[in-house]
């Protein structure tokens, strides 16, 4: 059974560094065509896909945020690693991680983790 | 990259059908897309993809036979009959675009469904 977990801050503030950690259970993030994406959903608005990492290391980012973002794998602790710089209150969101396979669907989501940016 | 397009929100009675409709920008009939459903609270769940010949691989987990899907031209069609309370949620859908540098993932808007 696949199962991903979202941790991180709750708050932060303007400017800081969000530093979130993916963990998982069920799956390797060596195996061939299996990756882990992260997606946020500020309160009420829709999905926003941010960032992609897969077994080989391979790695996506949302070009409108990619100057700002970082993905990470630790394949020892099943882990994945995101980064975002610069937080602004707009960046206030639900951050999900989420499990892909052979590049097909997000088929596993984790609960999410609300992150509130203020002063 | 494609834009998809779906109204915000749908009702329908208990025990009823309803069909959801998610629409992809003009050029990409070909798309594959994916149906999330996301209850209130809670982290989104997959429900299927879809193209025009129909459902592509399997539905997620856990998710009944009153759930279909369609796709016709521009649009991706999730039908839910036979409606229950527990269906009441809101509905995306999303796809993948290009590949290397400017691989993107977008979603819909979302539509919520009310359930009557």
């Known amino acids: 059974q696949i199962t991903l977990k979202e941790s991180g801050p709750t708050l932060v503030k303007p400017t800081q560094t969000l530093t979130l950690t993916c963990t998982f259970s069920?799956?390797?993030?060596?195996?061939?065509?299996?990756?882990v994406g992260w997606i946020r959903q500020p309160p009420g608005k829709a999905l926003d896909w941010l960032a992609l990492?897969?077994?080989?290391?391979?790695?996506r980012y949302s070009p409108s945020l990619e100057s700002r973002l970082t993905i990470t794998k630790d394949t020892s602790k099943n882990q994945v690693v995101l980064t975002m710089t610069n937080m602004d209150p707009v960046d206030t969101a639900t951050f999900y991680c989420?499990?892909?396979?052979?590049?097909?669907?997000?088929?596993?989501w984790g609960q999410g983790t609300m992150v509130t940016v203020s002063s | 990259q494609p834009v998809l397009t779906q109204p915000p929100s749908a009702s329908a009675s208990l025990g009823a059908s309803v069909t959801l409709t998610c629409t992809l920008s003009?050029?990409?009939?070909?798309?594959?897309v994916d149906w999330y459903q996301q209850r209130p609270g809670k982290g989104p769940r997959f429900v299927m993809r879809?193209?025009?010949?129909?459902?592509?691989?399997s539905k997620g987990d856990g998710i009944p036979d009153r759930f279909s899907v369609l796709g016709s031209g521009l649009n991706r069609y999730l039908t839910i009959k036979n409606i229950q309370e527990e269906d009441e949620s809101d509905y995306h859908c999303?796809?993948?675009?290009?590949?290397?540098?400017?691989?993107?993932?977008?979603f819909g808007g979302g539509t919520k469904l009310t359930v009557l």
């Open positions: 989420a499990h892909r396979r052979d590049y097909a669907e997000f088929d596993i």
């Open positions: 990492i897969y077994w080989n290391d391979d790695k």
């Open positions: 069920g799956f390797s993030l060596s195996t061939s065509g299996v990756g």
């Open positions: 999303g796809a993948d675009h290009g590949s290397g540098s400017n691989f993107v993932w977008v």
């Open positions: 879809v193209d025009t010949g129909g459902i592509v691989g």
């Open positions: 003009s050029g990409y009939s070909n798309y594959k």
